[in-house]
């Protein structure tokens, strides 16, 4: 089996992710720093895996691990050790876990929180309507960002003042380029960090998770100090990243395919299709770290070996003909069925993701009606993604607003 190294840059994402199902459903490769695991890169075996008990979170299980060849300054270290949370474990302990988080964040409670993500979108908006006339406008920073990270911190109980230090850590902690010198210390920041906001929390209690994971763990729960501070650190990154990446990749989307951004505009595609599709054709995901197998496992015509690591390639596998048909190539928000697994699958499932979809629901829609005339302000072919192996995440998004409301002002 041809090992294929995953490039650093993610200069061709797409490409890559040819790569990946051309060599099977079972794939080696090589992740940036020499780091060699498997992936699975076909939509079936992946949520056969995602449900198979023989696949762990438990980096011991790791025979590179255990043999001592990943070093603490490895750049992907905190996306393959992130510290104990329901991201690392399984069963009872996982259970125990995702229990707080996932009665927080289901649907009829995620729904209580439209009138306030309107609020924040709708403020944003302002602001982009504000900005001199006629100059490109970089749509991630000012429109994509802001909203998910304000959502997730309200949520959580993050106070805005610690959002520039958290944007320029969790910039270091995605990225491959992040120089492994800097590494221990981009790990250790985070923790102190997190830590703070969580005893801050802890003197003085809000309406929000972070309080509420540190009031059950005082009521019997069991939650220690390092599980509530890696819970908040993991919901405050997945809950940001994800939900910008999908925002700018719908906006892309729709001004690449000029035909079926009429047919949203004009109602003829609804806007839960358009974000469906999105998620399968260009994933915000592409691709999730990491599992290790505790017994040789048959993928397909391929054997995953006891002790390895498994990424899920969910760049790979939103494309797959065997899954979507021979148009699976193909951006088409009028697709159904549109069953992808861009969230997951299975008991490690994303529990944000009703809040991800409601945020792009509402703020997608409000922006075309604000701005009908925003368009690309360079060709799609000269965006670029930021070297981060994990998130299909581009460095900006220029775009000309036109005249709010699509008037002649």
């Given at each position: 089996m041809t090992r294929i190294a995953l490039d650093p840059f993610v200069r061709d994402l797409d490409g890559e992710s040819a790569a990946l199902r051309a060599a099977g459903p079972l794939a080696e490769v090589e992740l940036p720093g020499g780091v060699?695991?498997?992936?699975?890169?076909?939509?079936?075996?992946?949520?056969?895996?995602?449900?198979?008990?023989?696949?762990?979170?438990d980096i011991n299980v790791w025979n590179a691990w255990?043999?001592?060849?990943?070093?603490?300054?490895?750049?992907?270290?905190?996306?393959?050790?992130p510290g104990r949370s329901m991201l690392t474990v399984d069963g009872a302990d996982h259970r125990?876990?995702?229990?707080?988080?996932?009665?927080?964040?289901?649907?009829?409670r995620v729904e209580r929180l439209r009138a306030g993500i309107e609020a924040l979108t709708n403020a944003s908006l302002e602001k982009l309507a504000a900005l001199p006339a006629g100059q490109p406008v970089d749509l991630k920073a000012e429109f994509a960002y802001p909203l998910p990270m304000n959502v997730i911190s309200e949520l959580m109980g993050v106070d805005a003042a610690d959002h520039p230090r958290l944007k320029e850590l969790f910039e270091k902690f995605f990225s491959t380029q992040t120089p492994p010198e800097e590494v221990p210390q981009m790990m250790a920041d985070l923790g102190t960090l997190?830590?703070?906001?969580?005893?801050?929390?802890?003197?003085?209690?809000?309406?929000?998770?972070?309080?509420?994971?540190?009031?059950?763990?005082?009521?019997?729960?069991?939650?220690?100090?390092?599980?509530?501070?890696?819970t908040l650190q993991l919901i405050i990154a997945a809950g940001h990243e994800t939900t910008i990446s999908l925002i700018v990749n719908v906006v892309e989307a729709l001004q690449t395919h000029p035909e079926q951004r009429k047919k949203v505009l004009n109602g003829e595609i609804r806007w839960d299709g358009v974000i469906e599709e999105t998620l399968r054709?260009?994933?915000?995901?592409?691709?999730?770290?990491?599992?290790?197998?505790?017994?040789?496992?048959?993928?397909?015509?391929?054997?995953?070996?006891?002790?390895?690591?498994?990424?899920?390639?969910?760049?790979?596998?939103?494309?797959?003909?065997?899954?979507?048909?021979?148009?699976?190539?193909?951006?088409?928000?009028?697709?159904?069925?549109?069953?992808?697994?861009?969230?997951?699958?299975?008991p490690h499932v994303c529990p944000g993701a009703a809040l991800s979809r409601l945020e792009a629901g509402i703020a997608l829609p409000a922006l075309y009606e604000r701005?009908?005339?925003?368009?690309?302000?360079?060709?799609?072919?000269?965006?670029?993604?930021?070297?981060?192996?994990?998130?299909?995440?581009l460095y900006e998004l220029p775009v000309e607003l036109g005249c709010p409301f699509g008037g002649d002002a």
């Open positions: 060699h695991v498997y992936a699975v890169t076909r939509h079936a075996e992946a949520r056969a895996l995602l449900t198979d008990s023989r696949v762990v979170k255990r043999r001592g060849e990943i070093p603490m300054d490895w750049p992907l270290i905190g996306l393959a050790n125990r876990l995702r229990t707080l988080v996932a009665q927080a964040l289901t649907v009829k997190f830590t703070k906001i969580v005893d801050g929390k802890r003197a003085n209690p809000g309406d929000d998770l972070t309080s509420a994971l540190i009031a059950a763990s005082e009521n019997g729960d069991h939650l220690t100090d390092e599980e509530i501070v890696n054709w260009n994933t915000p995901t592409s691709h999730v770290l990491i599992r290790f197998a505790t017994e040789d496992i048959e993928v397909g015509d391929r054997i995953l070996p006891k002790g390895e690591g498994l990424i899920i390639s969910f760049g790979a596998l939103g494309r797959d003909e065997e899954q979507y048909g021979p148009t699976a190539g193909e951006f088409d928000a009028a697709r159904t069925p549109n069953r992808h697994i861009a969230f997951g699958h299975g701005f009908p005339e925003l368009d690309l302000a360079v060709p799609a072919s000269e965006l670029r993604n930021k070297p981060i192996v994990t998130q299909n995440d």
